[in-house]
T-cell receptor, first 115, second 114 residues
């Protein structure tokens, strides 16, 4: 049973470029959340997708956008990259059932470096 | 979600129990206590969670005080592979919020030594 998988594992971009990161959730999960982790900090919530819609968003600018596909996989897009966007981007999946407390399971992330 | 307070670092000898404290004095009645850990260069790994009662699984035990204002994660026999950053998080149960996310602090860096 595969866990959460993310691609690519590492990526180097330059300022102003655009990037797309991908995530496949754990089998049986229907909810995907994205987090940004700067060096030495805990992960910070970006947004969450359920039933192909963004249903909650953290304090991130509109340059950060996402998508969820019918098979529950998800993409994170970042436009007009800044040096400060250099970070580990983590995807977490869970089962979005109201009334049941379900832990989120994380992938190992995509390390994005901006030059 | 309630704020948590953890010591920045702790040391533990291999084979001994590691007891990681967490203070969450402003926790609400509908908030769960979650523990995750993050080994270097990996994503956070779910360990355990609880609401009121003590919990145990194959990885660890979670002891929550009666007033729920603090908790302790116990790794009964720490190994070198348990060296990681441990995060204590409190969050509202999905029943009350419809959905919920995780708010991470800086966690506790646990160093297990031979």
């Amino acid at each position: 049973d595969a866990g959460v998988t993310q691609s690519p594992t590492h990526l180097i971009k330059t300022r102003g470029q655009q990037v797309t990161l991908r995530c496949s959730p754990k089998s049986g999960h229907d909810t995907v959340s994205w987090y940004q982790q700067a060096l030495g900090q805990g992960p910070q919530f970006i947004f969450q997708y359920y039933e192909e819609e963004e249903r909650q968003r953290g304090n991130f600018p509109d340059r950060f956008s996402g998508h969820q596909f019918p098979n529950y996989s998800s993409e994170l897009n970042v436009n007009a990259l800044l040096l400060g966007d250099s970070a580990l981007y983590l995807c977490a999946s869970s089962l979005g059932t109201i009334g049941r407390d379900q832990p989120q399971h994380f992938g190992d992330g995509t390390r994005l470096s901006i030059l | 979600d309630a704020k948590t307070t953890q010591p920045p670092s702790m040391d533990c000898a291999e084979g001994r129990a590691a007891n990681l404290p967490c203070n969450h004095s402003t926790i609400s009645g509908n908030e769960y206590v979650y523990w995750y850990r993050q080994i270097h260069s990996q994503g956070p790994q779910y360990i355990i969670h609880g609401l009121k009662n003590n919990e145990t699984n194959e990885m660890a035990s979670l002891i929550i005080t009666e007033d729920r204002k603090s908790s302790t994660l116990i790794l009964p026999h720490a190994t070198l592979r348990d060296t990681a950053v441990y995060y204590c998080i409190v969050r509202v149960a999905p029943l009350d919020s419809g959905y919920s996310t995780l708010t991470f602090g800086k966690g506790t860096m646990l160093l297990v030594s031979p």
